[in-house]
């Protein structure tokens, strides 16, 4: 069975750090690009980072600029999100999903994702 796995999140208090880890099953998460997402109620689903097969990272937001990483490490089939100088507005379910190779900011390619994990950020 294919499965994507969150874990890390919770409530941090403004300007706090959280990592995401993503735990892939059933498949080899080399072969894949994993993209991290977020969204909230009623709001379209946004993209965060992304980081290719190969290693390189694609920034998809904006608003994470210098403040999040994404990383990967195939011995564990894990992808991580770093998530550094966190905002009220980063309060958002955040999803992990895989992609064939090469990243892209179009969720609908995105082919097997987690069941998503919440990250509140609030005093």
């Known amino acids: 069975q294919l499965q994507l796995v969150e874990s890390g999140g919770g409530l941090v208090q403004p300007g706090g750090s959280l990592r995401l880890s993503c735990a892939a099953s059933g498949f080899s998460l080399s072969y894949y690009a994993i993209g991290w997402f977020r969204q909230a109620p009623g709001k379209e689903r946004e993209g965060v980072l992304c980081?290719?097969?190969?290693?390189?990272?694609?920034n998809l937001a904006d608003s994470v600029k210098g403040r999040f990483t994404i990383s990967r490490d195939n011995a564990k089939n894990a992808a991580y999100l770093q998530m550094n100088s966190l905002k009220p507005e980063d309060t958002d379910v955040y999803y992990c999903?895989?992609?064939?190779?090469?990243?892209?900011?179009?969720?609908?390619?995105?082919?097997?994702w987690g069941q998503g994990i919440q990250v509140t950020v609030s005093s």
């Open positions: 999903a895989r992609r064939t190779e090469l990243c892209t900011n179009d969720w609908r390619s995105y082919d097997v």
């Open positions: 980081i290719d097969k190969w290693g390189r990272n694609t």
